[in-house]
């Protein structure tokens, strides 16, 4: 093959790459926008592209103009110039894909925001510090003119939420006189919750400061029939929360998993709480008796819950209040494995009849 008809093959090559590279570039932005199946189906679409098309093409090109640039053709360099814009190209597009330059493009979107919105950028700086917002750069930003509704990750992430997940009263008061909306839910999940309300990651707050917290919600107009605020208190095994949330009107009995709240408070094994639930007439209700019996995803109840967590207290006292265990072949494989256990043996007699 004479050096011209080598340079017209590699010119066409050439072509080739750069339009398969754009492909790729629309498949991998596709891809990413795109969810399930469909973004699976564009990803494996690419990875055949860039295996059995761009590799073999780009390595032709390679050798085709490096052979060129040996025979002293001219046009060899340009080919090898193309070749390297083309890869670096390919490189940097991965790159971004994968979160190489995140970091330099939030520092970037930082300056832009710090020159056209310096209060904006100030309030979510003082409230992501955590685990407690300085509470005069919160107050400073908003005097300032700083919208109290917005939040972090592009707004998906109210102020409000992040304030009452740490049960930050301070900063809680300070963006409810500012404004902020009580009912805003997060459109992304958080604290293991999908898309929650302040109500509902203020009752699952391992801080200090919850009642006072969700007492401002309340009275800001913070709606809790929605929430999951009781499911919260049972979790955290809270009864002067559990009776602020049957006062209030809160309703929801599970989660998104179907986990109710006895579900809650028997993996976390709170002993005083069930106790007080399931006999205290002060507590004990419809609702109660309800709970008892519902199954979660994995089709357990609370007894079933008990069980496998090994809150074999918690379990006995289900058992005593009517609970049922969906799940007999787990049972008995915990009452074969653990001999010699009194409360064991009380749980064997209420369940199996032993």
Known sequence: MDNETRSKLIYRLTWIALLVSIISLVLLVVGNQSKGDTSLTLWFILLLLLVYVSAPLHGIILIGSLVQLIKGNGWAIRWVYLYLILAVSGHLIVGYSQGAFDSQLIKIAR????????????????????????????????ADGANPNAGIFDNRLPYLVVAASRADVPVIKALLDAGADPNKRATIEYESIENPLPLDVVAFSEYQGVAVSVELLLAAGADPSQSIMKIGACRR??????????????????????QTCLHHAAETNQLAFLKALLFDPAYKNEKTREMLVMNNHRGQTPLDVAVSSEHFEAAVLMAKAGGKANKKEPLKDVLRNQADNPVLDELKELLLGE
Request: glycine share 10%.
């Open 237 to 258: 095994g809270d009864l002067s929360l559990y009776g602020q949330t049957e006062s209030s009107g809160a309703r929801v009995l599970f989660d998104m998993k179907g």
């Open 111 to 142: 300056f832009k925001r710090s020159i056209e919105e310096p209060a904006q950028l100030k309030l979510e700086q003082a409230i992501s510090r955590g685990p407690s917002s300085k509470i005069e750069d919160v107050q400073a930003a908003l």
